[in-house]
DNA sequence: TGTACATCAGTGAACGCGCGTTCACTGATGTAC
DNA sequence: TGTACATCAGTGAACGCGCGTTCACTGATGTAC
């Protein structure tokens, strides 16, 4: 038998859910707070972790990054309609918790300056999101359909980036009037 | 005479100048590579100077930050229309050349966990924006003017975010059905 | 089942580097008479 | 107008700190017999 496929029960299943809690923790403290405001060995303490132990699990900061906004695999449970979606979107709660939200509207025009893998990642995210919503959108022909969907994406991303510099009142104005202003349901 | 109100000619000038480089060189280094990655030093460089002079222009490095994207005083020259504004504003060039580039498309979610004066500088920024697009926009009332206003000053910005994270083809793609889509002439 | 050995994930001290900031100094600019 | 002095913007070395990364070590996990 060849050792590597050998199986060390408990240890291994360790390593696989401290390095999930390391990518989950990184998720969260960077969206909050940007990729260079975080360090490596703030996301091992959140991770319950000392930050020696990193390098076992990743060979970078960078690659963390980049693992850490992977596209999930796709899940097959019934996702919630686009105008559900857009609704909890462009609320207060998205805007007020960073360490959940969307890593467009969070870290948007830092990951343009990342590394090719985060860059692909977050292009097949997109790619998934245009396509999810070019199902719901109105129009005549696909091409229209598409048209909206790339449309209301672009549009609830530029919301919620201005919804999160401006002062309360305006940010306020442009979620509910962004809302109402998209290609959905 | 108060000493203070005396001009001494060439080095004021001078000073006023150097300040002047140090702004746009900023402006233009964070653009390209974000607040973070660039030094007091490099902008010093960049605009023919010697780092520790900073200090005589500046408090920190935040301050700059906050005054290289303070809101232009108003010119009372004659803009472009919303239209030709639009245009350029979801063209390639634009999203090419960060040097010269829309603050919020290139440093939005940067900008959004900066200084309260960097964020108070670019919500006056925004109210600019969306009251230069009201005036154009369409819509029967006000309110469907103003709605538009911030729909497309929202989209605009989103598109460019997303325009600049993926691959050329869908970015090409996203920058032309983005400007198709929007609400104005 | 029990015992001796091997592995390796995690620990925490240490390293090296870069950055924001400070400071003593310089020399050109401007002032006083 | 000319000369002696004062000012102060800019210089560049230095400081102190924090960060990403490395590494010798530990001790629990797993293996061999």
Redesign the interface.
Known sequence: VDPGEIEMKVSREQVVEHKARILEAAGRLFRQ??F??VTVAEIMKAAGLTHGGFYGHFPSKEALIAEAFAPAPPNPEPRKSAAAYADSYLSAAHRDDLTTACA??????????GSPEL??S??EQ??RQIERFTAEAPGETPRDK???A??A???????M??A????KD?SD??LK??R????LG
């Open positions: 707070r940007g260079d405001h467009f509207s969070a870290l948007g025009t830092e990951a343009a300056r860059r692909a977050m292009a997109t790619r598409r048209r909206a790339i449309a994406w672009s549009a609830m991303i530029g919301a980036v201005l999160r510099i401006v002062d305006l104005e442009i009037e962004a109402a202003a998209l290609p």
